[in-house]
């Protein structure tokens, strides 16, 4: 998985802050350009003004393992207990817990799971992924929400996994990174490693 791919947001006022000071700049005003996850840059965050959840219905297919995977819904703030929020401040530092709802059937081609690790989330102002945490299901069963389990072999789960977005209070441009290594196959045949990556909002 290539960890180094950011979202890129344009960056607006900068030719007004270049009027106000009396000063022209030599580069370009902004770049209004929509580019894919895969090589772009940190920028200014551009947060929703309220928590929103958007819905998704995204299907596809791990192909190496015949995992079938749907995104159903992403939500941008996941309200917290007064506990909860407390506990956990230090690394939410006034930014958002996000979550992300997935059903997803392992395949059959290997005994293994769908692992929520797989599941990495990227949005505007992150400088890396970030992988799933389980430390908000409290929070999830308090909202209504079924948190998620990883299904066996030929098993279904039907679940929402909880992300911590550091320093971004209703994250936008969020993207799922679905991300599978390459591994061994029956009979010592290489499965080939697998990628996807899914818009959330």
Not at 41 to 47: D, G, I
Not at 143 to 150: D, F, H, K, Q
Request: net charge negative; with cysteine.
């Amino acid at each position: 998985m290539n960890t180094n791919k950011v979202i890129t947001v344009s960056v607006v006022g900068l030719a007004g802050l270049a009027l106000l000071s009396g000063c022209t700049g030599g580069g370009s005003a902004g770049d209004n350009t929509t580019a894919a996850p895969t090589s772009l840059v940190a920028s200014t965050p551009m947060p929703a003004a309220t928590a929103s959840l958007s819905q998704r219905g995204v299907s596809f297919q791990d192909t190496g393992m015949n995992h079938s995977i749907k995104v159903i819904e992403f939500l941008n703030d996941l309200p917290l207990s007064d506990d909860d929020a407390a506990a956990f401040a230090g690394s939410i530092q006034g930014g958002s817990v996000v979550a992300l709802h997935v059903t997803a059937t392992a395949g059959i081609t290997m005994p293994t799971y769908v692992y929520s690790q797989n599941f990495q989330i990227q949005c505007a102002g992150m400088v890396a992924p970030t992988p799933p945490n389980n430390y908000f299901d409290a929070d999830l069963a308090a909202a209504g929400y079924t948190p998620w389990t990883n299904p066996n072999r030929a098993e279904t789960s039907d679940g929402w996994m909880t992300y911590t977005v550091a320093g971004i209070k209703n994250p936008t441009n969020c993207f799922l990174i679905y991300s599978r290594a390459a591994t061994a196959g029956p009979g010592g045949t290489t499965i080939d490693a697998f990628e996807k990556d899914v818009e959330l909002n």
